[in-house]
């Protein structure tokens, strides 16, 4: 799937992520996430998992971004999105959400929910725009910074 950024008018593919692309994601995995501390062994293993799926976003045939989600149980967790600063604000972001979301639908699942720093104003100020909402605060930290719990449910 692919469609035209809003910045530029330029072609950007988002597309799930394959075993070749498993050093880019550990390099951005360890860039963005550096909390999780993931091997590259360990996003191997994802890669192979039926519940972890990975989507990479492409421009000029290079990754400038991934998403990461589990489906389990019915629900859709979103762990993480991650879009390389030069690219930012053009919709990559957005567009990896949407196409999460659409997995969700599409693997029955009847919310997507996630987790994210209560200081990511821009991610907060996304997911809303995408019908997410607070679900209040955990008791865990991320990255050393309190979080917020959001979910969009997909069913009525």
Not at 12 to 28: D, F, G, Q
Not at 80 to 106: D, F, M, N, P, S
Request: glycine fraction near 6%.
């Amino acid at each position: 799937m692919s469609f035209n950024s809003n910045a530029d008018n330029r072609q950007v593919i988002i597309r799930p992520a394959s075993k070749l692309n498993l050093y880019t994601l550990t390099l951005l995995t360890k860039r963005f996430f550096p909390y999780v501390d993931f091997s590259t062994d360990e996003i191997k293993r994802r890669l192979e998992s039926t519940n972890v799926k990975y989507l990479v976003a492409e421009f000029n045939r290079g990754i400038i971004g991934f998403a990461d989600f589990e489906l389990k149980d019915n629900h859709c967790k979103l762990m993480g999105i991650a879009v390389l600063e030069e690219h930012r604000r053009k919709g990559v972001a957005r567009k990896l959400a949407e196409t999460i979301i659409a997995e969700a639908i599409k693997y029955g699942c009847i919310s997507v929910f996630l987790l994210v720093s209560e200081e990511n104003a821009p991610a907060i100020s996304l997911y809303n725009s995408l019908g997410f909402t607070s679900k209040g605060k955990s008791d865990k930290v991320l990255d050393g910074k309190p979080i917020i719990i959001m979910e969009k449910l997909l069913v009525n």
